[in-house]
């Protein structure tokens, strides 16, 4: 069965209402313009007061009538100095907002015909728009648990006693889902599962008094003593106990599958460098994944929300690796 087809139609957004709405180079343009300047360019930095504006033919700028100032709606936006047409910009995120399971650099490649190098960068760029690290979550339970991800060995929960040389290869990640409320969640690499570095991210990001839900796995043993004063409920993984009652995480231990089949599926490996990123991507997408297929609004929106990120500005004049 088409999954796609299971999508109510108010939530719907196909490739046909993306050539609608996005026609040409043009179209994507004004639309970018009108998500950075609502309504239209209004001021003039020169002249210091509200002019006209006038698209110039042929260029994506705008200039001032009186004294032909130039506005770009592109600069400071991912989209500044590609020489790539917009259009196939907004095509790129489309096809990365539409997947369920994530599309790969080379998958961008084949669909807009631009080079690997190109296409590479795109994704890259496009996923810089999705972090959301700095956000708290809402609601008062928390599940939360660390995993491992990449390396050559199988990463059980049994293996967690085994550290050392053999998980070397491996990167340490931690996670937290809100139960209930919005159900988002957030996940971290991280330089290694010790309270001293996951407690402070806990703190950061859960509200006082929240409940919160881990295994047994010794870091977590002062977390019902911490000055937030969180109520700590544990299961206990080590005598094969999994759900008792509300006490689980199985929240966000389904939602290291969900990444981990996303890795072996899509990209086979994920080098410690892009995982963070890479996780920033699945987060942004589970976190609305009761918005169908108009993610890719979230995606657009996140132009103008993160424009002039540090993010976006240092990965620029990246190559692969
Ligand atoms: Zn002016």
Request: hydrophobic share 30%.
């Amino acid at each position: 069965m088409n999954r796609r087809q299971t999508i109510p139609k108010h939530l719907r957004y196909t490739i046909m209402d993306f050539n609608r709405q996005f026609p040409d180079d043009a179209a994507c343009l004004e639309h970018l313009k009108e998500q950075r300047f609502p309504g239209g360019i209004a001021h003039c930095e020169k002249c210091n007061q509200d002019r006209k504006h006038y698209r110039i033919n042929g260029r994506p700028v705008y200039s001032c009538d009186h004294c032909g100032t130039q506005i770009s709606p592109m600069a400071g936006t991912i989209f500044e100095h590609s020489s790539t047409s917009l259009r196939l910009w907004y095509y790129a995120m489309y096809l990365m907002a539409s997947t369920r399971c994530g599309i790969s650099a080379k998958q961008i490649q084949r669909e807009t015909g631009v080079t690997y190098k190109t296409a590479w960068r795109m994704f890259r760029q496009i996923r810089s728009l999705l972090s959301e690290t700095d956000m708290q979550l809402e609601g008062s339970a928390v599940e939360m648990d660390e995993t491992y991800v990449g390396g050559k060995r199988k990463n059980k929960h049994g293996n967690r006693g085994m550290r050392g040389r053999d998980n070397d290869e491996k990167t340490p990640v931690f996670g937290m889902v809100e139960r209930g409320g919005k159900g988002r969640v957030m996940a971290f690499v991280t330089p290694d599962v010790k309270a001293a570095t996951l407690f402070p991210i806990i703190a950061e990001r859960v509200l006082p008094q929240s409940t919160v839900f881990t295994d047994d796995y010794p870091v977590y043993d002062r977390l019902g003593m911490h000055a937030n004063c969180y109520e700590h409920k544990r299961i206990q993984h080590k005598q094969n106990i999994y759900v008792m009652g509300d006490v689980h995480t199985q929240t966000i231990e389904g939602f290291w599958s969900l990444i981990k089949r996303g890795i072996g599926g899509v990209y086979h490996s994920v080098s410690r460098k892009y995982l963070q990123t890479y996780l920033d991507e699945y987060s942004f997408r589970y976190n609305r994944r009761d918005q169908g297929n108009l993610i890719f609004n979230a995606f657009l929106k996140r132009i103008v929300e993160r424009e002039a990120s540090p993010l976006v500005a240092a990965d620029r004049g990246m190559t692969p690796a």
